[in-house]
């Protein structure tokens, strides 16, 4: 996310002028309670563009379906440039561990599920080196009987400084 910010190349900047951190909080209580935490770390590879990985824990607990409680986790690979100021390119490769509903078996169990996500966002600074991101994201290979999202569109709300 520190890519809106100026950074010239030739004065060489070092690789800790050159990182970011961030990540996203989210937080659903009532019927179904979510509690999601995802850090981030990102290097600027040039003035426009990004790259980085991220983790993934989420805790779950769905009152409608008895036995959907629990927690998921995994980790993420991110590309990101910077297409105007303040708006990017985005994608990113994630691969979640989940308890799925296996229905052969009638019963849940631990799964790796993968994502491809394609997509772009908007950055709004907050100060010199921090700001909030807004990503709008497509999933490639969305499966409707597989996948970890319900639907092959994300949007996430995060931040970074």
Same mark, same amino acid.
Request: charged content about 15%; cysteine-free.
């Given at each position: 996310a520190f890519g809106q910010r100026e950074i010239d190349p030739d004065e060489? @900047?070092?690789?800790k002028?050159?990182?970011?951190?961030?990540? !996203?909080?989210?937080? /659903? %209580?009532? *019927?179904v309670t979510l509690i999601d935490v995802s850090p981030l770390a990102g290097v600027m590879i040039t003035p426009k563009f990004s790259s980085g990985i991220g983790? *993934?824990? /989420?805790?779950?607990?769905?009152?409608?379906f008895q036995g959907s409680a629990g927690s998921s986790y995994g980790g993420r690979v %991110? *590309?990101?440039?910077? &297409?105007? @100021?303040?708006?990017f390119a985005y994608s990113e490769f994630e691969s979640i561990n989940w308890n799925a509903y296996n229905?052969?078996?009638?019963r %849940? /169990?631990? *799964?790796?599920?993968?994502?491809f996500f394609l997509g772009a966002g908007y950055f709004a600074p907050f100060g010199p080196r921090g700001g909030a991101n807004f990503t709008f994201?497509?999933?490639?290979?969305h499966d409707n009987r597989n996948s970890y999202y !319900?639907? @092959?569109?994300?949007?996430? &709300?995060? %931040? &970074?400084?």
């Open positions: 060489n @900047p070092s690789f002028d050159r990182m970011y951190f961030g990540g !996203n909080l989210g937080l /659903q %209580f009532g *019927t983790a *993934t824990y /989420q805790y779950y607990d769905d009152n409608r %991110f *590309t990101r440039y910077n &297409v105007l @100021p303040n708006i229905f052969f078996n009638d %849940f /169990q631990r *799964t790796w599920t993968d994502a994201l497509y999933n490639l290979i !319900n639907e @092959p569109y994300v949007i996430r &709300v995060g %931040f &970074v400084m």
